[in-house]
């Protein structure tokens, strides 16, 4: 079984910081998870020449890339990386989208795709200012429908 290996291209040092969070979580992904911090005033060129010694050295069959902002460099670095069939980019990248390609990397790439898009939008959310356990609890039997908390 083939296992789709991560790069993240992020602007500086934010690659590298979900790389380390990625392997405080998962110490076992050091193998099939890389970075590339792109540099301010670092041209564009030496940035993709470093993002291809990096998809090399993964030596693996499929390659999902992740960016931190569409439009930027380092998604602009990344379009001109990815060929759409081995290797495929996500843009957006956040914490919980990486935790959970990482959950499924043993997978075919286009499902760590999806579950990468799904967990990182899943791991959006508003979040209640009170604690849980603050809140005063409802009666059962209360049927306002206009007090909801997610």
Not at 95 to 120: C, F, H, I, K, T
Request: glycine share 6%; charged share 15%; net charge negative.
């Amino acid at each position: 079984m083939s296992t789709t290996s991560i790069l993240l291209i992020a602007h500086s040092p934010l690659a590298h910081a979900l790389r380390e969070c990625a392997l405080h979580v998962f110490p076992d992904c050091g193998n099939s998870v890389t970075a590339l911090d792109v540099l301010p005033n670092q041209p564009p060129e030496e940035s993709l020449a470093q993002a291809r010694i990096l998809l090399e050295q993964l030596g693996t069959d499929s390659t999902l890339v992740l960016t931190d902002v569409f439009g930027a460099t380092p998604c602009n670095i990344a379009q001109r990386l990815t060929d759409g069939v081995q290797s495929r980019l996500v843009t957006g990248v956040n914490l919980p989208m990486l935790l959970r390609a990482v959950s499924y990397r043993n997978e075919p790439l286009d499902s760590v795709v999806n579950r990468a898009v799904v967990g990182g939008t899943q791991g959006v959310m508003q979040v209640a200012i009170s604690a849980p356990q603050n809140q005063n609890r409802r009666n059962t039997h209360d049927q306002d429908t206009h007090d909801h908390q997610q």
